[in-house]
């Protein structure tokens, strides 16, 4: 009797989303007070994706925290919103705003307000008492990023050292820590820009529109179109034009830049992603500018 031997092609996209899911369960079996950091960017909307599918018929059983700056786009909060009450998930804010209003935070000189993220996600943490946080970092986004683990130790004070981490040999992950530590997950890491495009085009995944070409006006500032909104305003010599643009990732309004593009669905976004040669954080976010060691400095007081 002759046995028939069936072939099954598993494509990239599928080992990725299977290590993924692979991760979400095992912090799920590790750890008592996990969360999903989402804030309705394409990497965190890629991530929820992954999380229900990795659960699923049952529902996601993390928390989703958001740590808001009070100046993000008003599509994405929309977008956050609008996932959180259709999924019946439960959402946790720490807003920058309330640091300011009562002191614990000064505002920036140049207005921004994305580094000043850390404490109010420390304090979530600490206040919540999660003991694992999911953040949608992938190593192909920028050098400090490159160097974290998939999971990432962080200590009492919510500090990364790069020059400590545990080995992950054959995707063996080590989730062990002292009271007061916690663990960041970081199930993307061995996806890249292109990756993440390629899989929300393949599972139909809703993004705010601002990811797709939209007319804006827009001004020029250190090689980026800033749009002109109520956190950002063109200065003496910057003139104000309407652009056809999209937004390859989203944060502070006041520093993060959109680039020029005529990209209205996945599939045109996969193939301008494919022919650029700059990583979009590098591109659209001027806080990463800062020096050469902008993000790592900030990873290790706490920032993702």
């Known amino acids: 009797m002759r046995v028939a031997h069936m072939s099954i ?7 990725l989303e299977s290590e993924s899911i692979f991760v979400f369960r095992e912090v799920a079996a590790e750890f008592e007070r996990p969360v999903i950091l989402f804030s309705g960017g394409k990497d965190s909307i890629v991530m929820l994706h992954l999380a229900r599918k990795a659960f699923s018929p049952a529902g996601v059983p993390f928390t989703l925290l958001h740590v808001d700056t009070g100046h993000n786009f008003p599509e994405v909060l ?14 946790e804010v720490a807003k920058v705003e309330d640091y300011i209003a009562d002191g614990r935070l000064r505002e920036r000189t140049d207005g921004t307000r994305n580094q000043l ?4 996600l420390l ?14 970092g992938r190593r192909d986004e920028e050098r400090a990023r490159a160097k974290e683990r998939i999971f990432s130790l962080r200590d009492e004070f919510g500090q990364w050292d790069p020059r400590n981490q545990r080995p992950e040999l054959w995707s063996l992950y080590n ?88 990209a209205r669905s996945a599939a045109e976004v996969v193939v301008e992603v494919a022919a650029s040669e700059i ?18 400095d900030r990873k290790r007081e706490g920032y993702f």
């Open 9 to 15: 092609t598993v494509t990239e996209l599928d080992a």
């Open 175 to 262: 989730g062990k820590h002292r009271p007061g530590e916690h663990v960041r997950v970081f199930p993307l890491s061995n996806w890249t820009e292109l990756d993440i495009w390629n899989y929300i085009e393949r599972e139909q995944i809703p993004l705010p529109s601002i990811y797709y070409a939209h007319e804006r006006d827009v001004f020029e500032r250190d090689g980026m179109l800033l749009a002109v909104g109520p956190y950002s305003q063109p200065r003496d010599g910057e003139t104000v034009a309407q652009r056809t643009v999209r937004y390859r990732t989203v944060g502070d309004m006041s520093c993060t830049g959109a680039v020029a593009s005529e």
């Open 279 to 296: 990583t979009e954080r590098g591109a659209t976010r001027a806080d990463d500018r800062a020096s050469e060691a902008a993000m790592e």
């Open 123 to 136: 304090d979530a943490i600490n206040g919540h008492r999660f003991d694992a946080v999911f953040g949608g």
């Open 117 to 120: 993220q850390t404490i109010p």
């Open 78 to 91: 929309a977008y956050r919103d609008a996932t959180v009450e259709q999924l019946g998930l439960r959402l």
